[in-house]
Structures are given as structure tokens and as C-alpha cells.
């Protein structure tokens, strides 16, 4: 049975496919640990009892949950400059995922002729994704807090079936792939990856342009080199993903969006332009006042006389405190570029 699940799995475009348990997470208490660093940031959510619980026995999330399908899905991975991340450019991966997890669990109830209970989680559940995706050999967790595989590096989407089947389990990984090299700690401009396979999401620039809403703090603005939504630099030259292979195919995963964004025109954007182009991507969880944000800010990467007239013009009608400041610090960064001899 095991066999067919992982056949079907594939045939709907999952590259890997692994079963664990659910009783408990290995990774718990080091995600524990990291929660009393207090290096969440802003994300109040995941230190809640209600959820730590769940995190603890994913098993809660279902009743009589016996086995846990994990699955990764794979995007066409990062290439090149950009100013948004690879992820960022494909159709909405929540709803890709669980519609093909729909599917994979319509298949088991079809081959065994009977109505299974399960739940599908994909990002947004209470689930420490990587550590069940180790559990069920899927990968090891790289110096970059990513889950990587050996053949796929680390260019996917994870996501879990949970059924009330008792299904055999696959071996957990375990070693490193990461051994001495360092190069995703350097290479990180705010100095977020810890060394320690965790990070300071305060510092992240992935968390810093989507979750948080709140400003951006100059320290972290000058080192943010034009992005937009989010940041892929240590997957761009991590070792393990050279040489991949893009996966646009008809996995439903093929770019929407341009890797690198016109910012005068997304500057001039009203909130119906951004839902029209960003409606359908992950991007569709960033409020538009936090997009204009962090467009004016890269726009202080800029050595432009236009980029600064643009934002001489727009600052007089910005009524948002926020993107008003970010404004009036990118006018002064632009002034200053173009000063310099």
C-alpha cells in the first residue's frame, strides 16, 4: 500500500514522498529552545500553549491519527538577481499543495474502498515541517534552517497528510550535508543564519518584508540591496542547489510573476492593481501597505535623478506614517548615491 501512496504521490508532482509517526517531533525541543532565545521576532503565534502542544504531538491535529504523509513539491528555483524570491513567483503553493493532497487522499480512499479521516497541513498549520519531513527521510535541515535533499537541494514546497491509517514508516535521515562550509552564514546581508541551523527572524529579510508590518529599522534597511518580497541568497549559493534543473512542467508551478519588479510602477500601484497582480501568489499575505513599504525602500538602491523625483513627488501625497518615513529615509539615501563621485 505504502508503494502505490508514494507512486501516486509522484504522479501528481511530488518529488519526494515519506511516512513518519505522529506521536512526537524529534526537533521539539530545539524549536523549544529557540522560542526562549526569543529570536521569533514578532510572531507571538508560534510560542502559544494551544499550538507548542500540537507542534509537540502533531498527532492532536487529527483524531486517531496513525501515520503522517510528508511531501514536497518543487519551484523553479532562484537564478540570477532578482528582487523577488523564487517562491514569491509561482501560483499560491497553500492552494496548489493541498488541492494536490485532496488528490492523493482521494486515491487511498478509492484503492481501499472505504472513507479515511485526514488533515492536510501546508505551511500555515501548527506543524514543524522540516523536523516531520527528516522524521520521514525526506531530507536533512541545512546551516540556512532550509530542509535539503541530496537530489532537489532545497527548491520545494513541504506539506503533510494526516491519516488514521497505520502505514509503515520510512527511516529518518540523519547526519549533515552542510560539514564545514559556511557560506549561507556569510553571504547573509542582515546576519540572520545563527550558524547553529537557526536564525534571528528579527533580522530575516524573508520575515521582515512579508510577516512583519510594522516598520523596518534603519540598521536592517541598508543592507536589504533592492529586495522586495522576501529573499533567496542562501539557497542562490548554497552548494547543494547548483545545478538544479527547473521544475516549471505541468506541476502547476510554472512563474506567474517577473523575478525582478518595475518599482516606479509598483510604486504607482493602487490596492486593486496589487490584488490583480499578486492575488493568485503566496505574495497575496502581504498587505499592500507593507508591498509599498518595501518598494520604497529598494527604490534607496537606486543611483537615479528619476528615482528621486519620483519619490520628491510621491511623498507630498503619502499619507501612510510608515511609508511616509520610508520615503523621506529613501529620498536622503538616493540624494547621497548621487553626490558621491
Not at 488514521?164 to 559556511?182: I, K, N, S, V
Not at 535623478?305 to 519619490?311: N, R
Not at 507630498?316 to 510608515?322: F, K, L, N, Q, T
Request: glycine content about 6%.
Amino acid at each position: 500500500m505504502e508503494t502505490r501512496i508514494k507512486a501516486e504521490a509522484r504522479r501528481l508532482g511530488f518529488v519526494l514522498c515519506g511516512i513518519t509517526k505522529p506521536e512526537s517531533v524529534e526537533g521539539f525541543q530545539r524549536f523549544e529552545a529557540w522560542l526562549e532565545k526569543e529570536l521569533h521576532a514578532d510572531m507571538g503565534y508560534l510560542a502559544r500553549p494551544d499550538t507548542l502542544a500540537k507542534r509537540q504531538e502533531p498527532g492532536r491535529l487529527l483524531a486517531n491519527c496513525k501515520s503522517v504523509i510528508c511531501v514536497a513539491l518543487p519551484y523553479p528555483p532562484a537564478k540570477g538577481i532578482a528582487n523577488i524570491a523564487a517562491y514569491a513567483r509561482v501560483p499560491d503553493y497553500h492552494i496548489v499543495l493541498r488541492e494536490k493532497l485532496e488528490q492523493l487522499a482521494c486515491f487511498i480512499e478509492e484503492m481501499l474502498f472505504k472513507k479515511i479521516d485526514t488533515y492536510i497541513a501546508v505551511d500555515s498549520s501548527p506543524v514543524l515541517e522540516k523536523s516531520l519531513a527528516v522524521q520521514a527521510g525526506l531530507g536533512l535541515v541545512g546551516r540556512n534552517t532550509l530542509l535539503i535533499n541530496e537530489t532537489y537541494g532545497s527548491s520545494f514546497f513541504l506539506g503533510e497528510l494526516f491519516v488514521d491509517l497505520d502505514l509503515q514508516a520510512d527511516e529518518a535521515l540523519t547526519g549533515d550535508y552542510c560539514g564545514d562550509c559556511t557560506i549561507c552564514v556569510d553571504a547573509c546581508p542582515t546576519g540572520a543564519l545563527l550558524g547553529d541551523k537557526t536564525m534571528d527572524a528579527s533580522r530575516c529579510l524573508s520575515y521582515l518584508t512579508v510577516e512583519n508590518r510594522g516598520d523596518i529599522p534603519p540598521e536592517i534597511r541598508w543592507q536589504m540591496s533592492g529586495q522586495v518580497i522576501g529573499c533567496d541568497i542562501c539557497q542562490l549559493l548554497c552548494p547543494m542547489n547548483q545545478g538544479l534543473e527547473s521544475s516549471e512542467s505541468d506541476l502547476g508551478l510554472y512563474q506567474v510573476l517577473p523575478a525582478k519588479l518595475d518599482l516606479p510602477a509598483c510604486l504607482a500601484m493602487d490596492e486593486e492593481s496589487y490584488k490583480a497582480m499578486f492575488g493568485k501568489t503566496a505574495v497575496s499575505r502581504l498587505k499592500y501597505k507593507s508591498f509599498r513599504r518595501n518598494v520604497i525602500l529598494a527604490m534607496a538602491d537606486s543611483i537615479s535623478q528619476e528615482t528621486l523625483e519620483i519619490l520628491k513627488s510621491a511623498i507630498v501625497h503619502e499619507a501612510d506614517p510608515i511609508c511616509k518615513d520610508a520615503m523621506q529615509w529613501a529620498i536622503e539615501v538616493v540624494r547621497h548615491r548621487l553626490s558621491m563621485p
